[in-house]
């Protein structure tokens, strides 16, 4: 079983940044990333990384987002500078193992123009 605890979401002007951090409980987990949703649109890929260091990012974040991971503690965080309003959404963070993907409960980011 796989548990995962999201912080760091939060109400920021555009131009701003934010720290968001997830730790997965759970053993050999592989890839770990962040996905966002926002109102009235499909959740949708920010980034990713395994656990050999690869990293995917969708292009809207590309220069913008870094994802990093702490293999050892399970910890995926998402730096995000030069946030925009289109930015604003829920995140979720996601962890995979050979058996089961999970996912977080969800961390609000807003940004305002």
């Known amino acids: 079983q796989v548990q995962l605890v999201e912080s760091g979401g939060g109400l920021v002007q555009a131009g701003g940044s934010l720290r968001l951090s997830c730790v997965a409980s759970?053993?050999?987990?592989?890839?770990m990333g962040w996905y966002r949703q926002a109102p009235g649109k499909q959740r949708e890929l920010v980034a990713t990384?395994?656990?050999?260091?690869?990293?995917n990012y969708a292009d809207s974040v590309k220069g913008r987002f870094t994802i990093s991971r702490d293999v050892a503690k399970n910890t995926v965080y998402l730096q995000m500078n030069s946030l925009k309003p289109e930015d604003t959404a829920v995140y979720y963070c996601?962890?995979?193992?050979?058996?089961?993907?999970?996912w977080g409960q969800g961390t609000q980011v807003t940004v305002s123009s």
């Open positions: 759970g053993n050999n987990i592989n890839g």
């Open positions: 996601y962890a995979q193992n050979p058996l089961i993907i999970a």
């Open positions: 990384t395994t656990r050999g260091g690869s990293t």
